[in-house]
């Protein structure tokens, strides 16, 4: 019998996750099959738990069930600890393993995918909730020069530049503070363009060559990256790599193979 997988959540049918991993397991022949589960608000853990029962081999994790995952946990990698929130679960058939893609699946599209080395650049974080707080670790694995967290409230990006400060040189702003700086690298990790908003930026914040990177995919030319059109940035990209690419982690940690991303990227692209 294939291995089975599948992605928990609610909403759960605009998900690409089938498609991805369905493409993952031709390229790499891995046996598998990959489901797209709706799962009851206040159902979460005994869903999980049916799934293990039903020999199960992992899941991933996506709105609105990511803190309810680390609890679920019995045990978290370290990118899982400090994210706080688990979007991928792996089972043994004795424990559970929590683990968190995002970061790697973004810092991934950005050095590979887009070619834009972090090490030695100064990176804008915009947003300090889940989404922030899941891809500052393997940010500041990347070595940048340094990484300024902006928020609207700047005592949750204090909170956070505080928690992450062991592991690069972070500092924390309100938008106001910006003003006079210029970075390489502008992450937007906020739901304004869920909303179609745009962040209070000050002008001329980009850095000649700089990425202005929407973690938002599917939206097109949002606030944020025809903001950062109008302001000279050199490359702009939506979250639709970084999607694929967190997936391919998850992946790897499944199955000890990683796929190729591309092709799917570009398949999804022109869809």
């Not at 991933?60 to 309810?68: A, M, Q, S």
């Not at 940010?139 to 340094?146: D, N």
């Not at 060559?209 to 995919?217: C, Q, R, S, V």
């Amino acid at each position: 019998m294939p291995d089975r997988y599948a992605v928990f959540g609610n909403p759960i049918s605009h998900s690409k996750s089938p498609q991805i991993h369905a493409e993952f397991a031709r390229q790499t022949g891995q046996d598998l099959t990959y489901a797209a589960v709706l799962v009851a608000l206040d159902g979460f853990a005994p869903a999980v738990d049916a799934f293990r029962v039903g020999d199960g081999r992992g899941i991933n994790v996506t709105v609105p069930f990511k803190l309810e995952a680390f609890q679920y946990a019995q045990n978290l990698t370290e990118r899982a600890r400090h994210a706080q929130a688990v979007n991928t679960l792996i089972f043994d058939g004795i424990s559970v393993l929590g683990d968190n893609t995002d970061g790697a699946g973004l810092v991934r599209d950005i050095e590979h995918n887009l070619g834009f080395k972090i090490a030695g650049k100064d990176v804008l974080l915009m947003g300090a909730g889940g989404a922030a707080r899941g891809v500052l670790l393997p940010l500041l694995m990347c070595k940048p020069q340094s990484l300024t967290i902006a928020n609207r409230t700047p005592q949750k990006a204090q909170d956070l530049a505080q928690h992450f400060a062991a592991h690069g040189t972070v500092r924390a702003s309100d938008y106001v503070g910006l003003a006079g700086d210029r970075y390489d690298l502008v992450i937007n990790a906020t739901s304004s363009s869920l909303n179609d908003e745009l962040p209070p930026l000050p002008p001329r914040i980009m850095a000649p060559g700089a990425l202005a990177y929407d973690m938002m995919y599917g939206k097109g030319l949002t606030p944020f990256l025809a903001f950062a059109e109008a302001n000279k940035a050199q490359t702009l990209a939506d979250g639709l790599g970084m999607l694929v690419e967190q997936a391919a982690e998850a992946f790897y940690v499944w199955r000890e193979v990683r796929p190729q991303t591309r092709p799917v990227i570009e398949r999804l692209r022109k869809s």
